[in-house]
Each structure stands twice: as C-alpha cells, then as structure tokens.
C-alpha cells in the first residue's frame, strides 16, 4: 500500500510549521496587533489542519490509513493527492 | 528559466565591472593571462553560486508541469479550488474570529496585478478555504450516514462463541418464531418480518463489535481467549508462562518518570477505514465556497471579533538568562518570553496548573478572562 497521501500531508504540516516560523521571526509582535493573518492565525489554521488529518486518518498507519480508505477509488485518491501538493506549494508561496 | 537568466545577467555584469574581460573568455583568459588570484576566486564562487541558483529554479517543483496541476486547482488569485467556483456565488470567507470578512466570491475572483497577489494578505485566506474544502471532502469520502453502516451491517457474519457462522441458523430460527407468532398471516409478509428480524440483529451485532473496535478492544485477542476459556487448564499452564510481578516491584519506567509526566496509555483502535467505492464522487460540492464552518473550539470564543489577548509576558531582569513564570512559577529560558513562545507557555501554565488542582480562584480568573 502507498504512502503519498500521509507524505503530502506531512509536507502540508512541515511547511505549516515553517511559515509560523518565518512569520514568528518577521513579526514577533504580531499576537500583541490586530493584524488578521498573524502567527495566530496560522497556528489556528495548522491545527485545523491537524485535526482534520487526525479525523481522516492521514497519519494513521495500515487500515486506518487515509490511503487505504481511498485505495480503490483511484480518481479520488490522485484528486486528493493533487489537493495536498498543490496546499503545501501554497502554503510555501503564503511565506 | 528567468531566474537562471537573471543570475547570468548578474554573474555577466559583476565579472566584466571586474576585469574588463570578455565573457566568452572569462575562464581560459583569466587563468593564461595572469588575473590576480583573487578575481579568479571570486569568478569561481560566482560561477559555482550561479550553478547552484540555476539548478535551485529547475527543481521539479517549479516545472510547468507542477505549475499546470496548481493551476488546475488553484484559482485566478491562487486560491487553491476556486477556478471550478460560479462567480455569483457570495459567501462568507470565514468566521469572524479568524478575522475576514463576509465578502463575495466576485471580489475573491477578481483579476489584480501580481504585485497585489503576491502580498501575503492576498494569498493567506486560501489556505483557510482549502483546509475547509478538506473538511468537505473528508466529509464526502467518509460518508458518516445511518445508511452506509446499515449496508455494512448487514453484510456483517454473526457467530457463536465457537466462531461458527449464525447467519443461516439464525434466519431459520426467526422465521420458525414469525411463523409460531403470526401463522395466518400472509407468506411474504412473514418473510419479510423474519427478515427484518434478523437484519436487526446483525445490525446491532455490528454496532457492537464496531464500538468495541474503536475503544481499543482487541476482538481477535478476545476471541483467544474465549477459546481457551474451553480449553483444559493444563494446556493453558502449559502455554502461557507469565512473569509473576512482585507486589513492592516497580518498572524500570515507573522508577524512572514520575507519574504526572507519563503519557496516558490509550489502546489504538482496531477499527479499519472503510474503502471508498470507485465511484464519481460530487468534487463540485467540496470546491463550493460556503461559510467557513469551524468547530466550537475556534468560534464559541466570548470576543466575536478581537483575536485572543495573552497576558504580557514579565519583563526578564536585564542580563538574566532566565525568567520566572508568574503562573506557573517555573524558571524558563529568556527566549520563552518572546511572542511566539510565550503564547505556548501561558496555555501549558493552564493545563498543569488545572491538572494539578493548585490554580487558585484568582488565576483561574485571570485564565478565564484572557483564554
């Protein structure tokens, strides 16, 4: 059984991670201001994402799998993998 | 391809500012006709730095290819999904304690220069769309209806606690009480009452087996177990050998953690996910721009509108390495009272202060107001 979509979703999360980084380091006083999309906003949005990983079982390993949920329905588990690839790249432009 | 171009341009320029040399000669000509040691150096470390920089831009992340497949999915102002989204569609971009705005799809979708696009302003509100399209799509793979698991259901094996299959037992004994119970009632009716009998029993069958899988219950391990449960007691000494455990005994990683530090123990579940059929699914509806539907835990805030306020970390003795938490009165390395540590300090103050039943009325109001 493949592993694409748990490696996407890991990579949706590492690049997560790294824009609350770069958006900690540019803008450390960013909790303290109104600004909309501040590291707070991406923190709630990473752990959005976390939680509908967890839901779904994009981490999860063997039949609890989210690739194993979708492994007959090849459509749909190259439409998700599309979707993940294409959140991780624009996650990485949001930097 | 631009950005390669853009770094000869530059490698061009510095080199002939520095040695008026010609370009098409620039390594056979430096080396025969003697430039100084340091121009060549510095021709290298641009050389090698240009090498590096072209074959950064053609990795396969910026192939037009890869570009196409964002495109595909992403939308005129690169917000993933919206290129499929009816431009008359108005919607609400997100909750209002995330901050955005009730605006319409019209104005998401319309053309802007790139300068605009590429502020992240612009760009950060898709990644809140496309995680709430995840959240539909999960939604439409899992199918969460009565009617999905009453299909399972019935597909579901019953059986004894032998492991022998009930299915066709059952059926007979359902309708050897339908016929006792209602015997002048008509063929097709008795046969669908026993039917129905024993659909309801699978049901609740695989209800209960599926509940014991999520808490964790191990159902083959059970099923061990029931089997040696009717074995002889001598074959059950003769197999299992277990380590007696000494009543004053501890493990090595009870001695080791102390108990407030260790992980709760949670068995995994045994459940399996359920495989999607190869069917069409409604991607439209996941790609559809409605409300930002958030859970409680985001939206049920007491501030509709402001973001959440911390208390300001204390001012760190000038010098000092480290600072004490008023909260939770721990000695912490300076760096934690920066803005993007200290949000993560306050709400574990919360926690263990909580769990250890020692958050006075005070500071359990100071919590209450701020978080």
Redesign the interface.
Known sequence: MSHELRIATQGCLEQFKLL??IS??LD?????S?G??????????CV??K??AG???AF?EG????D?????????HE??L??L???A??????? | MSSCCTFLSLWQISYTEASEIPLTDIPYQAMCFGASKRIRLRHLSLLANFIFQAIVSLRPEDTSETLERIDSLTGPNGSIGDASIDDSTSSAVSSSFQGSETKSVQDELTPETSAENSLPEKRLPGIERAIDRLFRFSLLIRQPSRSSQNVKAERFIMKDEDGNELNESFAGFARQIVDHCYPDAPEFLRAKLSNGIVIRRKRFLYREHHQKKLFGVDTLREDMRQDLKYGTEIEETDITVRASKAANELSPVETLAPKLLRPKETNPSHTSASALQNQSLLIDTVLEDTKSNQTTAFTATPSSSAPIELPRPPKPVPGSKEFECPYCCLMLPIKESRASHWRYVITNSMRLLSRAGSLSPSRLEVFCTYL
């Open positions: 609350i980084e900690a380091e450390p006083a960013s909790e303290d109104n909309t999309y501040g590291t707070s906003w991406i923190e709630e949005q959005r994402f939680i509908w839901n779904i079982g999860a039949h609890a799998s989210l194993y949920r979708l492994r007959d329905s090849l459509s749909t439409f998700m599309h979707f690839v294409a959140l790249d624009f996650i990485h432009r949001g930097k």
